[in-house]
């Protein structure tokens, strides 16, 4: 199966984000608690799927479907989205 190259370069971009949330959440993890390496591997994993979720509804959710929405309810979703992910990771 092709991608087209429009896909690949939203996928490069989000694991891209992933790859920044994983170095923020590392940063975090290091300034707000001690420095561990349990803590570390936890930053790691709660970075990426975070970031990684989110990057996907922002690249191929929300850019797609949603265009045609009013800017208050893209607004609420969008919001939603991000409460939702980041109280289940």
Do not use: C, H, Q
């Amino acid at each position: 199966m092709k991608t087209s190259s429009k896909k690949r370069n939203r996928f490069k971009s989000v694991l891209i984000i992933s790859a920044i949330g994983i170095s923020v959440a590392i940063i975090f993890s290091a300034v707000a608690f001690e420095f561990t390496f349990v803590r570390t591997i936890k930053a790691v994993i709660i970075g990426f799927l975070i970031t990684f979720t989110i990057g996907i509804f922002e690249y191929f959710v929300f850019v797609d479907r949603f265009k045609r929405l009013r800017f208050s309810v893209t607004l609420i979703l969008r919001t939603l989205l991000y409460v939702a992910v980041i109280s289940f990771s």
